[in-house]
């Protein structure tokens, strides 16, 4: 595998998710960046209290230049104390859109999680 540049973004803008049942996730702290194989998107949501937080997190493949990136999986953790909450999601409805040269990252996204543990 050939490592290209790797993008860090300090990143401005909005990220935010609706999750059914919870708080709307509006993270205080936001991240991209490419591996050379995979865009990796975060946001964490938390206060002072180390053990209150929410985080996040998508993986999404490059693919050659002719095709769209492809989502690969999200993560989602959330802490409240002694209570942890932890869902992931392989598949479901995804607009990607990464214009690498104006560090710009567009990402909407649908999912479903069934069983979260």
Do not use: W
């Amino acid at each position: 595998m050939t490592i290209e540049k790797v993008v860090t973004s300090s990143t401005t803008g909005t990220f935010t998710a609706r999750i059914q049942g919870r708080p709307d996730f509006a993270p205080t702290r936001v991240n991209v960046y490419f591996d050379g194989e995979y865009y990796h998107c975060s946001g964490s949501e938390a206060g002072l209290d180390p053990d209150v937080f929410r985080t996040l997190y998508f993986n999404v493949r490059r693919n050659p230049s002719t095709e769209p990136a492809t989502f690969h999986e999200m993560l989602y953790i959330a802490k409240s104390g002694h209570d942890l909450e932890k869902a992931t999601a392989k598949d479901g409805t995804f607009t990607i859109d990464f214009d690498t040269a104006a560090q710009h990252y567009k990402m909407s996204f649908h999912v479903v999680v069934n069983d979260p543990y």
